[in-house]
T-cell receptor
C-alpha cells in the first residue's frame, strides 16, 4: 500500500450510469490530484486541490465532477460518460504542489460500455 | 514541441547490461525533476529525484543538464525486476508535475 487508497479498483459502467471514485490519504499531504491515463498517452492532469480548494481544472468535461470534502479525501463523480472515457484514473497526493514527488494510489480501471 | 519528451522504446536489454535513457523538457523555468517507474497495470512510483549535482541510488544514477534541458537515467547491472516503464517528470517550482509518455524497458534473461 502506498498510503493513497483508491476504490473501487475496477469499475464497469453504462453510459447512463452515475458512479463515484474515491481516494483517501492519511499522509498529511495538502495537495491532491486526479489524473487520467490512457494507453500510449502521458498522464493527463484533470483536477488539482490544494488545502481542499480546487486550484486547477484542466478543461475537463462537466461529466466529471470532483469533490474534496477535506484534505484527506477526494472524490470523482461520474455521469453520462462516453466509451472514450475508459481509462485508468489515478489519484495522487503531495505535501505541497509540485516541489515534492507525488504518491499515487493504485488507480481505478474504468470501462464505459 | 511536447513539454516533456521521451523515447518510448521499447528498450530490450540483456540482464547485467547498462542502459541509459534521456528526457528533454521545454520549460526552462523547470526546477524539480524526477524519475518515476510504472509497472504494467500499476500506479507510477517515485524512483528518484534528480538534483543539479546529479545523484546516485544503488545501481541508478540520475543527471541533470540545465543548459541542454535534459535529464538522464542510467541503470547499471540491470536486473529482470528493472523491467518497467520509466517516466520523466518535471515541474516549475510549486507548480504541477508534467509527465512524459515514458520509456518502456524490458530486461531479457
Amino acid at each position: 500500500e502506498t498510503g493513497v487508497t483508491q476504490t473501487p479498483r475496477h469499475l464497469v459502467m453504462g453510459m447512463t450510469n452515475k458512479k463515484s471514485l474515491k481516494c483517501e490519504q492519511h499522509l498529511g499531504h495538502n495537495a491532491m490530484y486526479w489524473y487520467k491515463q490512457s494507453a500510449k498517452k502521458p498522464l493527463e492532469l484533470m483536477f488539482v486541490y490544494n488545502f481542499k480548494e480546487q486550484t486547477e481544472n484542466n478543461s475537463v468535461p462537466s461529466r466529471f465532477s470532483p469533490e474534496c470534502p477535506n484534505s484527506s479525501h477526494l472524490f470523482l463523480h461520474l455521469h453520462t460518460l462516453q466509451p472514450e472515457d475508459s481509462a485508468l484514473y489515478l489519484c495522487a497526493s503531495s505535501l505541497d504542489r509540485g516541489y515534492y514527488g507525488y504518491t499515487f494510489g493504485s488507480g481505478t480501471r474504468l470501462t464505459v460500455v | 514541441r511536447k513539454e516533456v519528451e521521451q523515447d518510448p522504446g521499447p528498450f530490450n536489454v540483456p540482464e547485467g547490461a547498462t542502459v541509459a535513457f534521456n528526457c528533454t523538457y521545454s520549460n526552462s523555468a523547470s526546477q524539480s525533476f524526477f524519475w518515476y517507474r510504472q509497472d504494467c497495470r500499476k500506479e507510477p512510483k517515485l524512483l528518484m529525484s534528480v538534483y543539479s549535482s546529479g545523484n546516485e541510488d544503488g545501481r541508478f544514477t540520475a543527471q541533470l543538464n540545465r543548459a541542454s534541458q535534459y535529464i538522464s537515467l542510467l541503470i547499471r547491472d540491470s536486473k529482470l525486476s528493472d523491467s518497467a516503464t520509466y517516466l520523466c517528470v518535471v515541474s516549475p517550482l510549486n507548480e504541477k508535475l508534467t509527465f512524459g509518455t515514458g520509456t518502456r524497458l524490458t530486461i531479457i534473461p
